[in-house]
């Protein structure tokens, strides 16, 4: 059996023992006729797998993604109104099985510095056009591998880059706003802050300078060093060029005209400055604590 058949098969174990465990909370939620299809569906690929039936890795693929989605589907029903991180009980996305996550408060939650309209487009538009992209261009990917047609891999590689680097840092740049932000961090990340930039005014000054330099469409970042230990602050052209490769985001301004526009037009720097009202500090420190327990060999 191929590697990929095998990988599937134990994919589907893991699957089917969240389901299993998850059980006693779908039946109040999920109609029992769709459980006992997802759990036949999912008993039928588990068979078809070990007979080795599949004659093309992508039909299998495809199969297990419907599941894989569909459970998904029966978890979150169990947690309607809870925060949605909670039920990514399964920690592998599929490929090409990644999701729009939704906007942690309400759309006109940062009035009056972002607009309702501009939040709407730019989390339901534009956001979900790259999650769409990294969906189709992973898929497309594996179809490739599945092929052993590379023509058009140039192509596709970039379509990740591009939507993979502008679904992470959407994703990072909702979580790291809030109604209630604003002012400064405290604790451990203050302290690197004055360590690696001076103070938190010569950060602030050094952050929103680079975001109004950006050329083009483009974000301000602030990325911690698990080599070097320090923080550092960078551009990003479009959202993948321009990239330190080893450091983890904590901070990330977008500065594309679609984030801004409506209400500031072409003042950049206004939206800048307005933008940190809103900050919210605790979840940087959150990324910051969890990125500082990486540690790699000093180079
Ligand atoms: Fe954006």
Sequence with gaps: MSQYFSALQSWCEEVFTVYQESIPLFREKVEEHALQEWEANITQLQEELSDQTFLQEWEAYQRANELYLQLNDYLAALHQGEDQRMTNQLEVVPIGGHTLPPLPYRYNA?????????MRLH?????????????????????????????????????AAFNGAGHYLHTIFWNIMSPQGGGQPSGDLLREINQSFGSFAQFKKHFSEAANAVEGGGWAILVWSPRARRLEILQAEKHQNLSQWDVVPLLVLDVWEHAYYLRYKNERKKYIDNWWNIVNWPEVEKRFNAAKHLRWPPY
């Design 110 to 118: 940062l009035e009056p510095y972002i607009d309702q309209e501009t």
């Design 123 to 159: 989390h339901d538009k534009h956001h979900r056009s790259y999650v769409e992209g990294l969906n189709k261009a992973e898929k497309e990917m594996q179809k490739a591998r599945a092929t052993n047609n590379f023509e058009l891999i140039k192509h596709w590689e970039r379509e």
